[in-house]
């Protein structure tokens, strides 16, 4: 299983990044997807979830608003629209998969079975 994040990169506050995760080597449709971040020198925190059947979808109170998390299951790819970023949304954005997800556990990093790399975002003020 491999999972490719792109999209990061430098940006001023206030604008706009997406973020895309390619999937291969699972069966994507069957899987929940989510997006964690991890800051320097901080814990890695979640950041938004959908469900495998994209009914449920979860997101961490400070990007409520402001991120979208949805899938192409014909692409098998995973996205996070980011609008109105601010400095403090500065990280190292990850991919998550995990197959038996359930609705309380979205946003727990244990719930997940496979991690992509990663892709550096970067918020200027």
């Known amino acids: 299983v491999q999972l490719q994040a792109s999209g990061g990169g430098l940006v001023q506050a206030g604008n706009s990044l997406r973020l895309s995760c390619a999937a291969s080597?699972?069966?994507?449709?069957?899987?929940?997807l989510a997006w964690f971040r991890q800051a320097p020198g901080k814990e890695r925190e979640f950041v938004a979830a959908?469900?495998?059947?994209?009914?449920?979808?979860a997101y961490a109170d400070a990007v409520k608003g402001r991120f979208a998390i949805s899938r192409d299951n014909a692409k098998n790819t995973v996205n996070l629209q980011m609008n109105s970023l601010k400095p403090e949304d500065t990280a190292v954005y990850l991919c998550?998969?995990?197959?038996?997800?359930?609705?309380?556990?979205?946003?727990?990093?244990?719930?997940?079975?496979?991690w992509g790399q990663g892709t550096l975002v970067t918020v200027s003020s």
């Open positions: 959908i469900k495998w059947g994209g009914s449920s979808i």
């Open positions: 080597g699972l069966t994507f449709r069957r899987y929940s």
């Open positions: 998550a998969a995990g197959e038996r997800v359930i609705t309380s556990s979205m946003k727990s990093d244990e719930a997940y079975d496979y």
